[in-house]
């Protein structure tokens, strides 16, 4: 299943746009290793710029994708890329009140 990262963040960034926020990607906070394709990202309202960026992490694994919401205990599996999207967007449209 290894998607490549550019696709992911690619249709990650859309998603992201269509919502209303702006897309950061972070890179990490060491140098990415070959076996591991993690991709350190945050978003930002649009509308509201006082606001403080939220930061995710998305792990893409070799037959799902793990993804780390900013204050969340529990990291989200999801089988595919459609999923994945499924879940950032809810979480998108969650914290924007």
Known sequence: ????????????????????????????????????KTLYLAVQQRERYDRPSLNFVVTIGPSRFMVNFEGADVPMH???????????????????S
């Open 78 to 96: 999801c089988i595919d890329l459609n999923q994945m999207l499924g879940v950032i967007e809810d979480w998108l449209i969650n914290t924007k």
């Open 1 to 36: 299943m290894l998607e490549n990262k550019e696709d992911v963040l690619q249709a990650i960034r859309k998603l992201t746009n269509e919502n209303g926020y702006d897309f950061i990607n972070k890179g990490g906070p060491y140098p990415p290793m070959e076996d591991k």
